[in-house]
């Protein structure tokens, strides 16, 4: 089946850095990508859609200019958490729909902590 | 805002033992409605998509109902294995296929051999 392959699967960094999460689908091509967030003990929220070659589209109280999301290609897209403070720390996982087969694809996720 | 109700939160059976468990989403506006399985430290894996009101969906052990008059959903695991130790999560769609899933919180299901 499809595949999405999501890095780094954990990270730590310092309070004002930037960190970069890539999400690549290795099969087939994603048009459009899915970036959730969960917090500890809460459900799967989604920050973003990106789709290929478009501006993505935030949700209501998601900072657009502190997650940065790029879709250049239909098998890569990535999610920067740029000036990471703690309260960023989260984890974070990508999706995009499975063409040949049922409902969305996910990559493994990735635990940000930012100390 | 879409409200995602699973329960129980956990549950923890014996290996053999059947289980059920419930997502309840709102009735009005109905789309679809999705489960997944989430295994510690993998990627969550798709079981359903259910979009019918009375949908009955089967995947070897594992087999879901749908109620969109009411809004609830049911997954069954009949015999439960060690390996179905997992969270389950439920996610609503509405209006259409172009728009978003909104997940529940999911339900940990631990069973011990």
């Known amino acids: 089946g499809a595949v999405v392959s999501q890095h780094p699967s954990w990270v730590i960094c310092k309070s004002g850095t930037s960190v970069k999460i890539e999400c690549r689908s290795l099969d087939f091509q994603a048009t459009t990508m899915f970036w959730y967030r969960q917090f500890p ?37 990535t999610l920067t958490v740029t000036s990471a403070h703690p309260e960023d720390s989260s984890f974070y996982i990508c999706s995009a729909t499975d063409p040949g ?13 930012v100390v | 805002i ?37 295994e510690t430290a993998k990627s969550p894996e798709a079981l ?46 509405v209006g259409s296929g172009y728009s978003t899933l909104t997940f529940g919180k999911g339900t940990m299901l631990l069973v011990s051999p």
């Open chain 1, 41 to 77: 003990k809460q459900s799967l929220m989604l920050m973003a859609t990106s789709n290929e070659g478009s501006k993505a589209t935030y949700e209501q109280g998601v900072e657009k200019d502190k997650f940065l999301i790029n879709h250049a290609s239909l098998t890569l897209s």
């Open chain 2, 48 to 93: 359903f998509v259910m979009t019918l009101n009375g949908d009955e969906k089967k995947k070897g052990r594992i087999s879901a109902t749908l109620n969109t008059k009411e809004g609830y959903s049911y997954l069954y695991i009949k015999g439960s294995q060690p390996e179905d130790s997992a969270t389950y999560l439920c996610a609503f769609m």
């Open chain 1, 101 to 113: 087969g049922v409902g969305y694809t996910f990559g493994s996720g990735t635990r940000l902590t």
């Open chain 2, 2 to 38: 879409l409200n995602v109700e699973q329960s129980p939160q956990s549950l923890h059976v014996q290996e053999g033992d059947s289980t059920n468990f419930t997502c309840s989403f709102p009735s009005s506006n109905f789309y679809a409605l999705h489960w997944y399985r989430w």
